[in-house]
Structure formats: structure tokens, C-alpha cells
């Protein structure tokens, strides 16, 4: 089992920063890819970043690439999620997840809710006009 909590969420300002933590504890939680998805009120669940697990490869939604980045301290069993030039249609309740993703697979594997087992309970990112 692997738990997973987020922090980090908050209201900002159009334009603003803000910096989401995902703090991953369990077995071997550090073998596990990690991924961030959004969920917008009266919207489906959307992909927004994921990285491997080893670090070495990182994957984004179109409409967050060049704002957001996603990082991970396997050291601390941490993964970041900066979010950069936030708009207010970035408002959302983010979630992250950990997952058994192998090395190699099609990055289109990252972006699917069901390829990840555990799950937190969200953080709340408001972004005001």
C-alpha cells in the first residue's frame, strides 16, 4: 500500500505562482511513476503532469506546458508540481497519484486514471481573475 497526500493548494492571483507537494509513503512508494490530474467543478478529471519514477522523464498537458513543472525527491518519497503564470481556467482540485508504470511505455499511458492505484484526497487551486 502506498498512501499519498497533496499540500500546497491556495488562492492566487491571474499570473501568480504556486507550488503543489505530493508526499508519497509506503512500500517502495519511490518505484511507483507519479502523476498530477485536475478536476474542475461539472468537469471530467484531466492529466496535467506526470513524471517516471526514476525522475528522468516528464510528461504534460498542452495546456499547462512551458507553466508548470514536475519534479520528484525520491530521497524524500516528494513530488512538485510548480505551477507557473496561472490563469483562472487553471482552477481546479488537484489530485496526485502513484502508479506501476514501466520504463519505456507510450507517454499517452501517463495521462489515464486507471493506470493509477493510489490516490489522495485533492488540493483546492483557485486562481482569481
Known amino acids: 500500500q502506498v498512501q499519498v497526500v497533496e499540500s500546497g493548494g491556495g488562492l492566487v492571483q491571474a499570473g501568480g505562482s504556486l507550488r503543489l507537494s505530493c508526499a508519497a509513503s509506503?512500500?517502495?512508494?519511490?518505484?511507483?511513476?507519479m502523476v498530477w490530474f485536475r478536476q474542475a467543478p461539472g468537469k471530467e478529471r484531466e492529466f496535467v503532469a506526470a513524471v517516471s519514477w526514476t525522475g528522468r522523464s516528464t510528461y504534460y498537458a498542452d495546456s499547462v506546458k512551458g507553466r508548470f513543472t514536475i519534479s520528484r525527491d525520491n530521497a524524500k518519497n516528494t513530488v512538485y508540481l510548480q505551477m507557473n503564470s496561472l490563469k483562472p481556467e487553471d482552477t481546479a482540485v488537484y489530485y496526485c497519484?502513484?502508479?506501476?508504470?514501466?520504463?519505456?511505455?507510450?507517454?499517452?499511458?501517463?495521462?489515464?486514471?486507471?493506470?493509477?492505484?493510489?490516490w489522495g484526497q485533492g488540493t483546492q487551486v483557485t486562481v482569481s481573475s
Open positions: 497519484a502513484a502508479g506501476t508504470i514501466a520504463l519505456g511505455v507510450s507517454a499517452s499511458y501517463y495521462t489515464h486514471t486507471t493506470n493509477y492505484n493510489y
Open positions: 509506503g512500500r517502495t512508494s519511490s518505484n511507483y511513476a
